[in-house]
């Protein structure tokens, strides 16, 4: 790759880094605990922002950065006091700067709308707007760096000829303080053209004296074929102030001769690079400088390298050791299982085995660690967007975020936006009330929105909270009869009610908003959770507010299963999904409508399904009574009994999808080897239930009375 | 011919483009992300041919970072451009009166910063 186009990448990712520390810190100051440091940093991020996108020409990034920088710089010298209306607009700067940086990053296709924010910020810096987008003032280096032209043809028209600069400098001592070499300023007037120098030793004193880190020399340099005086003041641009410094121009007639001397007597010229024209300079300084000439000698060949904990890997290259790790551990299963076949129990090596197990399963646990992150990086979105959703609304919130360094792997974060966004939103636009209702209902006018992650038992639970008005059971109700989706004498439990919420094709608000979507409801959320192995339910309380929790697996790279036999097939069924195993007794099945089969668990009918003949397994038992049945449970509708022939034992499988080799096949999640070398098929729960829902004309309806019944 | 050379800027993409232009022109480059890790590493490297910092960074800014070299590390002497966006006058007297040699306006080109080292360094 273009190093330049790596470093663009870096620029980007730093962006984003930035963003999230930027936006951090404006929480911090909405909240008013930030202090000096975290107003700093919020300071460092635009400026490193705009820093970087000069460097690859971004100017619109550029522009608004400048802007949002000065309002910040004020703020950070107290000239600006970060009064919540001030912080607002902040936020809403950090909103606009991160499209900017979108936008640069998409190549500058998608335009970002940011007049309003940049006449606001204008209207606190006291800038004007027209100007403050305007690269800063051109710089006096910048301006010395104009292309020259160079044209060498003899017939140039008599150009008038280039003056001679006489320039007399005399450094102070504050010149040599701050390491600047009289030596090499007169060498980069050198490099302007031929030139003549002579030094001024007047002022140099008697030994006796001398003071070492005085300053006694002048030089008077003349310097020829330089026609722009702005070159010459910029070799002492780093030293005005530092020296006593004066140019002047001696006009030469065009016919002058090109012969050029200036007496310089007893001096070397500076043209021959000679070192001796510095000695004196050396000898007025300190003598460190020729003392520490080794100790930089011995140090070149060390590179000190940056002290930071992490690196930063390719995730193909993670992915490649998370797949390595799981064939070892399928290779150890098959390895051992075959020794264990072949030797005598209690034999040693079956110790070593259960060592070795132990130890490879350690090793797995800690390479897929390597792939979880922080939730943060999904829950740092939040804020901006709850602040969008609730201007849009009208509302007034607070969003209250808990646990979110909580780790989970990072397939699993990348998918968690969308949901959560969408359940975010579905909080602020349904679940809370405007502040007239809030306040009139004895609450506060600012609701809150409580977002928050914890482990709990081997998988990461997030939750949604509201504190508004809760789910309304008899309008949901009402809605879901009239949709069909259940019956008008359906005899429904209140979590039963709430989880109507989730059908497709339901959608409680009145009129459907700009804000939760059209048509795209919670059903779509259920649907991201599920697809990722995880559930959703929900809790109300009416006037108090709702929440939503989510239930999701650590990773997606392993699972825990039940091994079944059926037919000739093994199939692993996920643990998470499974409630409980059982041996029926034939009286407790019975037929339901053409073709099913409910199953009387402990007084409750399940509908019954034998997976045999559901895929049609060759060698399946269909005799239901005679099977083992597995109790499953499917997000939102329920639970179903499965029949297989036989449990063959419970443990973690290595997933391995087959989507991109052979393509979705519904009611298979993915695929797993089995310590015997065996391909496994893991089944997808959710998919065999909404399938054998179809396949026995079962509606939710006839689910939810055969429940109740 | 090559000068090592210490780059010390929180940005890791000003820290990369800094390293690329500089390792392109043939100069051993060190970095360090901070004032603090700045006066670490130079501890650990000893004397180098020219540093170059940053102004606004976390924990010691670059104008703390120039005052504790100036004031008596092994680098008291060596050259130090300071690295700025910013082109107000205050800024860089601010930078010049805690030691600084010279500065670099951002965004820079690699020419203009080799000349910069040039102009500082032999």
Not at chain 1, 674 to 697: F, H, S
Not at chain 2, 51 to 71: A, L, Q, S, W
Request: aromatic letters at 4%; hydrophobic letters at 45%; one cysteine or more.
């Amino acid at each position: 790759m273009d190093p330049m186009e790596a470093i663009k990448q870096t620029y980007f990712q730093e962006c984003d880094e930035l963003l999230l520390a930027m936006e951090e810190g404006l929480i911090a100051m909405e909240s008013g605990e930030a202090d000096s440091e975290t107003i700093n940093a919020v300071f460092r991020a635009v400026h490193s922002i705009k820093g970087g996108g000069g460097a690859f020409g971004f100017e619109i990034l550029v522009g608004f950065s400048h802007v949002f920088e000065t309002a910040m710089d004020l703020v950070r010298s107290g000239k600006l006091d970060p009064t919540p209306d001030v912080v607002k607009v902040l936020l809403r700067a950090g909103d606009k700067l991160s499209d900017h940086v979108t936008a640069a990053r998409n190549g500058g296709s998608d335009a970002v709308d940011d007049a309003e924010v940049k006449a606001e910020l204008a209207k606190l810096t006291g800038e004007d707007p027209e100007d403050a987008g305007a690269p800063a003032p051109a710089d006096f280096e910048g301006l010395a760096f104009a292309p020259v032209m160079i044209d060498i043809g003899d017939e140039e028209p008599a150009a008038p000829p280039c003056p001679i600069w006489h320039v007399r400098f005399a450094p102070h001592a504050g010149l040599y303080a701050k390491a600047n070499e009289p030596y090499l300023l007169i060498r980069e007037l050198g490099m302007l053209g031929p030139i003549e120098v002579t030094a001024d030793l007047s002022k140099l004193p008697d030994l006796s004296a001398l003071e070492p880190d005085q300053a006694y020399f002048a030089w008077n340099v003349a310097l020829k074929d330089c026609p722009d005086r702005t070159k010459v003041e910029e070799v002492f641009e780093f030293v005005s102030g530092d020296c006593d410094l004066e140019i002047t121009e001696e006009k030469v007639e065009a016919a002058a001769p090109a012969a050029f001397a200036i007496s310089a007597p007893g001096l070397p010229s500076l043209d021959d690079d000679d070192e001796p024209a510095a000695a004196p300079v050396a000898e007025a300084q300190p003598e460190e400088k020729k003392a520490a000439a080794p100790a930089a000698a011995q140090a070149a060949p060390t590179t000190v390298d940056l002290i930071k904990q992490t690196i930063r890997v390719d995730l193909d290259k993670v992915d490649r050791l998370v797949n390595l790790v799981g064939e070892l551990v399928i290779t150890q299963a098959m390895l051992s299982q075959r020794i264990l076949d072949s030797v005598q129990q209690g034999q040693t090596v079956s110790a070593g085995l259960g060592e070795l197990e132990h130890l490879l399963r350690e090793l797995q646990e800690a390479v897929m660690a390597i792939r979880t992150q922080p939730v943060k990086s999904v829950f740092q979105r939040m804020p901006r967007l709850v602040r969008e959703t609730a201007a849009q609304t009208g509302k007034e919130v607070r969003l209250e975020i808990e646990g979110e360094t909580t780790e989970v792997d990072k397939t699993v974060i990348e998918r968690l936006g969308e949901p959560l966004t969408h359940m975010i939103r579905n909080a602020v636009d349904h679940g809370l009330e405007t502040p007239a209702e809030r306040v009139a209902a004895g609450k506060p006018a600012e609701g809150t929105v409580k977002l928050s992650a914890e482990h709990r038992g081997g998988r990461i639970i997030i939750e949604v909270a509201d504190d508004g008005r809760g789910i309304n059971r008899s309008k949901v109700r009402e809605k879901a009869i009239e949709r069909g989706l259940i019956s008008p004498n359906a005899n429904l439990s209140d979590e039963e009610i709430d989880n109507l919420i989730f059908l497709p094709g339901f959608s409680t608000a009145a009129t459907v908003s700009n804000i939760s979507g059209r048509g795209v409801g919670l059903d779509v959320v259920r649907r991201n959770i599920m697809d990722l192995g995880g559930r959703i339910t929900i809790g109300s309380a009416n006037g108090k507010g709702s929440k939503f929790s989510l239930t999701l697996p650590l990773t997606l790279a392993v699972l825990d299963g039940m091994i079944v036999a059926v037919g000739e097939q093994t199939f692993v069924l996920p643990l998470s999904h499974i409630i409980e195993s059982l041996l029926p007794k034939s009286a407790d099945v019975k037929a339901f409508g053409s073709n099913g089969m409910l199953l009387n668990v402990r007084g409750v009918y399940v509908p019954l399904v034998s997976v045999g003949r559901l895929l049609r397994v060759p060698g399946a038992k269909y005799d239901l009574a005679n099977s083992v049945v597995i109790l499953v449970e499917s997000e939102g509708v329920g639970r179903m009994a499965l029949a297989v022939d036989a449990i063959v034992g419970q443990r973690q499988v290595v997933i391995k999808s087959f989507e991109s080799n052979i393509g979705h096949i519904d009611g298979i999640a993915a695929a797993t080897i089995l310590g015997d070398g065996r391909v496994a098929l893991i089944l997808d729960i959710d998919g065999l239930v909404a399938g054998c829902r179809e396949g026995t004309g079962g509606r939710p309806t006839e689910y939810q009375q055969a429940l109740g019944a | 011919m090559g000068k090592t050379i210490l780059t010390v800027d929180d940005s890791r993409t000003m820290r990369d483009m800094l390293r690329l232009a500089l390792s392109g022109a043939g100069h051993t480059v060190i970095q360090a992300d901070d004032g603090v890790h700045g006066v670490e590493v130079l501890e650990k490297a000893g004397v180098v041919d020219v540093i170059i910092t940053d102004i606004n960074m976390p924990r010691m800014d670059g104008y703390g970072f120039i005052e504790h070299v100036r004031r008596g590390s092994a680098n008291k002497m060596t050259p130090i451009l300071v690295l700025t966006t910013e082109s107000e006058p205050a800024k860089k007297m601010r930078a010049r009166d805690a030691g600084a040699t010279g500065w670099i306006v951002k965004p820079f080109d690699p020419e203009k910063l080799l000349a910069a080292i040039r102009r500082v360094s032999p």
